[in-house]
């Protein structure tokens, strides 16, 4: 409205309706200054530039999946174990040097990768990658620190596995991945007493190898110059790993809801799955923004429901589960144990809508702002974009890929929307599982299909 | 730059003009030490309540027009404060100040909107205590033990029976008492222009009326004079754990004699050359993990008087509470005596520099900060100095610091495992 003059002032007994603020005109993203390069022993190195904070994050990405039984344990050790010395260092003294560059490094691993990652203070980054290359050429697995580790380990894990969320997931890559490695992640504490220092030493000869690894380094850095250290510090690392890629997912087959016991449950904790496709399909985008109107964000279906109008759960949550052999779609809600059958309907019903109904426009819109404007936030930070890069890399994007994919969310269409929540939300197509006190909800959960019981 | 509005609204405006995002936070000068006997949980109860709609607001639109925007939300409760804040892109600041402005105008409590947040929230309580090994270890459990009277000992999470009996009589009393305009700050972060950003402050929180700011009670406690134990049975946890908590000076009023406990939690249990790593982790392997630590909630420097410097671990199937608290009094002995090593002050001071400088990388953790200094020490500054005032502390404090660490000041929690390994 331009009026040139007020209108007088009338004293209202009831105050006016406040409006709420419209949007001002779409901000422009500055685009962060990278460099990348492949060195010669096949490691690749991506350095961008995003001062802020006088640090730099650092993640280097080694392919880690393998088939074997074995596996998971000796990788789950040798993560806890690599920086435990070195040629040159001990345990000790290592950790004291990476404290005195006012560095954080520590070693991850899942089914895909093995993660050497941390942070350090801009000023110590080239000591920092000195004390990586020296680790990778020569971390030791000395005998007694790995015997102590191994037991530790063994002990969080079982600590672990007394967690409900563990248990129910475990339950469900059982069910999602069946005879594939991705169904058994998490190792469990007797595979890991059994793990020598030999075996670890040889799965480090063998795996930890730069020629399909990735070195993303994010900060307060000049990109050139990074990756001219990195390449002068990192030289003496080479090798070719022995690893081979793990097979592709096996499809999503129905089953009946699996029912896990855990006398004592007071919450009933629901896991469903169900197929997803890469991030570089086609259809991607659009089954990104129907899962977020699914149960995907706050303002979702599915927390509406269950959540703000039953109060079912504290947090139901559906999002797309990425992995370098495939990706798949995963629910959860943990509710009250009284209301476990009720809620299971309620977020299957939620599911059918939105496989045979298309949601709104405004629903879409509302996913579509949401999904551009969280990547954006995602990835403002040092440690968000390195994590989030060091991701994608490992299958196969980066930077073109986050930079283009605002557009590409911008374009999807409600027809598009509706398909892919045909495709992959329907819930003839998803499998289910519910930990918790089997007694009690057992009969209720019969009610609605067929259980098999664990 | 800060203003406080005729209301009595303190603001502060900080612009950062990197990347197109801006944080709004209004922090509340109440938390879980403010609810009344008898209704434990409320002040967490009520910062579920603040989202169910306001003023001009449906139930539910909160949400949708942050996330709808592109933003994200939360609150939290802590001991002292209840923060609620966006992040939004800078386009949505206008918006993101209209719905804070909303609901300290007048959130929409009803009977309904009431007992559907008292069934979140027992399911919240379930899933992260109730329902789960450690649940509450040991930010819920050690305080019973440590304080004595009811603001600083009872669950702030809340009782079911307490939570149950709650009215929208309540919480309209809560909010008229706790809610005014001048007992909150509000902090603005990002990518905004100061002028247009004071001058949308005004717009949206200026005709708030205004109300007295409530007299904050005095919360000290006297210190104790001999040690204190508890333990409790945990049916679902598989090993044991303990935990051993000390009072400390004020962290307001005594920051300078507070700080060289930061500098010591680091000596104690950062990484593996720390300390207690060496000794209990790697030497007598009678700790499978461990951390030592300034506040109950994680909470060094926006959290008042009083407050405990915080040893937990999870021992080892053999161990028993006592070899790994002796074992850690032997090393507090040490250090009180034998003082820091050579560069082991000059490292530790790194790591927390650097540890500084992570947690105010995200606009969130940054504004975050600041508007917890704001409350708390009524110095948004002292974010800024804090680097320089850590590297202060000298090795004789940090040394002093150990020496308080003794037995009879302690007490202690254990957790009985009762699960099946």
Redesign the interface.
């Given at each position: 409205m331009t009026a040139a003059v007020e209108t007088p002032a009338i004293a209202d007994a009831v105050p006016t309706p406040k409006v709420v603020p419209p949007l001002g005109p779409v901000p422009r993203v500055k685009q962060p200054t990278a460099a990348e390069r492949i060195l010669r022993s096949g490691l690749r190195v991506v350095a961008v530039r995003r001062p802020g904070v006088p640090l730099v994050e650092v993640r280097l990405r080694v392919p880690f999946g393998a088939a074997a039984p074995s596996h998971p344990a000796r990788s789950s050790v040798l993560a806890n174990t690599m920086l435990a010395g070195t040629a040159e260092h001990s345990q000790v003294e290592l950790a004291a040097e990476l404290q005195s560059l006012g560095a954080d490094l520590s070693v991850s691993t899942d089914s895909d990768r093995l993660i050497v990652g941390g942070a350090v203070l801009r000023t110590g980054l080239g000591s920092l990658l000195g004390l990586v290359a020296e680790v990778l050429e020569s971390a030791s697995y000395p005998t007694r620190e790995v015997a102590g580790e191994r037991s530790r380990l063994a002990e969080r894990l079982a600590i672990l596995r007394s967690q409900p969320s563990v248990l129910v997931g475990e339950a469900l890559n059982g069910r999602l991945y069946g005879s594939h490695p991705y169904a058994r992640e998490l190792a469990t504490p007797d595979a890991v007493q059994a793990v020598t220092a030999a075996q670890l030493r040889k799965l480090h000869a063998d795996r930890v190898r730069p020629d399909a690894s990735v070195l993303v380094l994010v900060g307060d850095l000049a990109p050139a110059r990074a990756l001219d250290t990195v390449e002068s510090t990192l030289a003496g690392w080479t090798g070719e790993s022995t690893g081979r890629p793990l097979p592709p997912l096996p499809p999503v087959q129905p089953q009946p809801l699996l029912l896990v016991d855990r006398p004592g449950s007071v919450q009933a904790s629901i896991r469903l799955g169900g197929p997803a496709v890469r991030r570089e399909a086609p259809d991607y985008p659009a089954l990104q923004l129907a899962n977020l109107a699914y149960g995907g964000y706050f303002s979702s279906r599915l927390v509406e429901n269950i959540r703000e109008d039953k109060g079912y759960t504290y947090g139901p949550h559906s999002r797309i589960s990425h992995g370098v052999a495939g990706s798949r779609l995963v629910v959860d809600a943990d509710v009250a144990t009284a209301v476990a059958a009720p809620a299971l309907l309620e977020t299957w019903y939620e599911l059918g809508r939105m496989a045979t109904l298309p949601i709104t426009a405004g629903e879409l819109e509302n996913v579509r702002q949401y999904a551009v404007g969280s990547l954006a936030l995602s990835i403002s930070t040092q440690a968000g974009l390195a994590s989030t890069l060091s991701a994608l890399i490992g299958v196969g994007l980066g930077l073109d890929w986050l930079r283009e994919h605002p557009r590409r969310l911008a374009a999807v269409t409600l027809e598009e929307t509706f398909a892919a929540a045909r495709t992959y939300l329907a819930p003839s197509g998803m499998l289910g599982v519910v930990l918790g006190e089997a007694a009690e909800i057992r009969d209720s959960l019969a009610t609605l299909g067929p259980i098999e019981t664990a | 730059m800060r203003t406080v509005l005729d209301n009595g609204l303190r603001v502060l405006l900080a612009p950062d003009r990197?990347?197109?995002?801006v944080a709004v936070a209004v922090y509340y000068d109440v938390g879980i030490r403010s609810e009344p006997e008898g209704r434990t949980g409320f002040a967490h109860l009520f910062e579920h309540l603040m989202f169910q709609g306001s003023?001009?607001?449906e139930?539910?639109a909160h949400?949708?027009?942050v996330?709808?925007?592109?933003?994200?939300?939360n609150g939290s409760t802590h001991l002292d404060y209840t923060n609620y804040f966006e992040?939004?892109?800078?386009?949505?600041?206008?918006?993101g100040l209209?719905?804070e402005a909303?609901r300290m105008r007048s959130p929409r409590i009803t009977e309904e909107n009431l007992?559907?947040?008292?069934?979140?929230?027992?399911?919240?309580i379930?899933?992260?205590v109730?329902?789960?090994?450690?649940g509450g270890f040991p930010w819920l459990l050690l305080p019973p033990v440590l304080f004595d009277t009811f603001p600083n000992a009872h669950n702030g999470y809340g009782d079911f029976v307490d939570l149950e009996s709650a009215t929208v009589a309540d919480a309209a009393d809560f909010f008229d008492r706790y809610y005014a305009p001048a007992n909150a700050v509000l902090t603005v972060v990002g990518?905004f222009d100061p002028d247009e950003g004071l001058a949308l402050v005004d717009e949206h929180f200026a005709d708030i009326p205004g109300r007295p700011r409530p007299d904050r009670p005095d919360f000290t406690e006297s210190p104790l004079d001999s040690e204190r134990r508890k333990s409790l049975p945990d049916?679902?946890?598989?090993?044991p754990a303990v935990a051993a908590g000390w009072r400390v000076p004020d962290p307001v009023g005594s920051f300078g004699d507070y700080l060289p406990y930061v500098v010591l939690g680091e000596v104690l249990s950062?990484?593996?050359?720390?300390r207690l790593e060496?000794r209990l982790?790697?030497g007598d392997?009678t700790v499978?993990?461990l951390a030592a630590y300034l506040g109950l909630m994680g909470d060094p420097f926006d959290v008042r008087d009083p407050t405990a410097f915080v040893l937990q671990a999870?021992q080892?199937?053999t161990a028993s509470a006592d070899q790994v608290l002796d074992a850690a009094t032997e090393e507090f002995d040490r250090l009180a005596t034998g003082g820091l090593a050579k560069?082991e002050l000059?490292?530790?001071r790194?790591?927390l520099?650097?540890?500084v400088?992570?947690d105010?990388?995200?606009?969130l953790g940054r504004t975050q900060a600041l508007a917890g200094a704001e409350l708390v020490h009524g110095r948004a500054e002292l974010l800024a100095e804090l680097p320089g005032r850590l590297a202060d502390v000298t090795a004789d404090q940090v040394q002093a610091a150990a020496e308080t660490l003794r037995p009879d000041r302690r007490a202690v929690l254990e957790i009985a495992p009762g699960?099946a390994?």
């Open positions: - | 990197s990347s197109p995002v003023a001009n607001l139930k539910l949400f949708r027009y996330q709808s925007s592109g933003g994200t939300f992040v939004l892109p800078s386009n949505a600041l206008s918006r209209f719905l909303d007992q559907n947040q008292i069934a979140v929230v027992k399911e919240e379930r899933v992260n109730l329902n789960r090994p450690y990518d049916p679902l946890a598989p090993v950062d990484g593996d050359a720390s060496q982790v790697q392997r499978t993990q999870h080892a199937p560069g000059e490292r530790v790194a790591r520099l650097a540890q400088f992570r105010l990388d995200p606009m699960g390994q």
